[in-house]
């Protein structure tokens, strides 16, 4: 896969993506991401996966505007119809990932990177990383969506208006960063570390926290709770489940059976 790199070791899923010098996403790009975040939902080896960058001048520097000229005669139908639905499925595919995906965020995160890490369950970032939705000063329009989710609607226009970039403190003021790192030669082990901790508790508990999380997360409240019970529920028929509580009981790590 073009600039892409998938390590796989103790349930953590480590996917590497190195385009120099911005790191910019390409349609290949963005179709191959969609492949690896979709093929965990049948992968037992992956319990979380971490998305992270080699960052040369960038995190991710958006889309290259090199590679937004029209179709060619291999694409299909869909994607001459509905330029953006590739963008669209990368996200979807990140945002639906059957695992929690982390986020490791050095240098600047700009338009479809910001995305991209919002997208992330958990975003981790070095004091130095910064992130914006600048697509309003190239004459374009960005992902308003993503940016409403992170910082709720006036902070959101604040940012999509302006085209200004946010620093790493300022997020994580605003509780979209979980932590942020002093040293960026600190930040995949820091992330590593977060993900470690995922990577102990229950396959099928962290799998169905994720769905669960997700399919409440615009519900009224009393519904939303309503839909968690159904998942507590079908989790407490997994011997997992049972597994758990013995484990605290009996004071020692559980073993994770996968049923």
């Given at each position: 896969?073009?600039?892409?790199?998938?390590?796989?070791a103790g349930g953590i899923a480590t996917v590497t993506f190195h385009r120099p010098p911005v790191n910019a996403l390409t349609r290949r790009v963005m179709h191959d991401l969609t492949t690896i975040f979709d093929g965990f939902a049948d992968d037992r080896e992956v319990i979380v996966?971490?998305?992270?960058?080699?960052?040369?001048?960038?995190?991710?520097?958006?889309?290259?505007?090199?590679?937004?000229?029209g179709p060619d005669e291999e694409s299909t139908p869909a994607a001459m119809t509905d330029r953006g639905k590739v963008a669209r499925e990368m996200f979807r595919s990140i945002h639906e990932c059957a695992v929690p995906v982390i986020a490791a965020v050095d240098k600047a995160a700009i338009g479809g990177g910001f995305a991209l890490a919002s997208c992330c369950d958990m975003i981790i970032a070095t004091e130095r990383a910064t992130f914006g939705m600048t697509e309003i000063n190239m004459g374009l329009l960005g992902a308003s969506?993503?940016?409403?989710?992170?910082?709720?609607?006036?902070?959101?226009?604040?940012?999509?208006?302006?085209?200004?970039?946010?620093?790493?403190?300022?997020?994580?003021?605003?509780?979209?960063?979980v932590r942020v790192v002093a040293d960026?030669?600190?930040?995949?082990?820091?992330?590593?570390?977060?993900?470690?901790?995922?990577?102990?508790?229950?396959?099928?508990?962290?799998?169905?926290?994720k769905e669960s999380m997700n399919r409440t997360e615009d519900l009224p409240f009393q519904e939303g709770y309503r839909v968690e019970q159904d998942y507590t529920a079908r989790m407490v028929t997994f011997e997992d489940s049972a597994e758990a509580r013995q484990a605290f009981f009996d004071k020692r790590d559980p073993v994770w059976k996968w049923r």
């Amino acid at each position: 896969m073009e600039s892409l790199e998938v390590e796989k070791a103790g349930g953590i899923a480590t996917v590497t993506f190195h385009r120099p010098p911005v790191n910019a996403l390409t349609r290949r790009v963005m179709h191959d991401l969609t492949t690896i975040f979709d093929g965990f939902a049948d992968d037992r080896e992956v319990i979380v996966a971490v998305f992270r960058v080699v960052p040369d001048r960038a995190f991710v520097a958006g889309v290259d505007l090199n590679d937004v000229s029209g179709p060619d005669e291999e694409s299909t139908p869909a994607a001459m119809t509905d330029r953006g639905k590739v963008a669209r499925e990368m996200f979807r595919s990140i945002h639906e990932c059957a695992v929690p995906v982390i986020a490791a965020v050095d240098k600047a995160a700009i338009g479809g990177g910001f995305a991209l890490a919002s997208c992330c369950d958990m975003i981790i970032a070095t004091e130095r990383a910064t992130f914006g939705m600048t697509e309003i000063n190239m004459g374009l329009l960005g992902a308003s969506s993503h940016l409403v989710r992170m910082l709720g609607p006036y902070r959101a226009r604040d940012m999509f208006f302006t085209g200004r970039m946010a620093t790493a403190a300022e997020l994580a003021a605003a509780g979209v960063i979980v932590r942020v790192v002093a040293d960026p030669a600190d930040l995949d082990a820091v992330a590593d570390e977060y993900a470690r901790a995922l990577a102990g508790k229950s396959p099928l508990a962290l799998r169905l926290a994720k769905e669960s999380m997700n399919r409440t997360e615009d519900l009224p409240f009393q519904e939303g709770y309503r839909v968690e019970q159904d998942y507590t529920a079908r989790m407490v028929t997994f011997e997992d489940s049972a597994e758990a509580r013995q484990a605290f009981f009996d004071k020692r790590d559980p073993v994770w059976k996968w049923r």
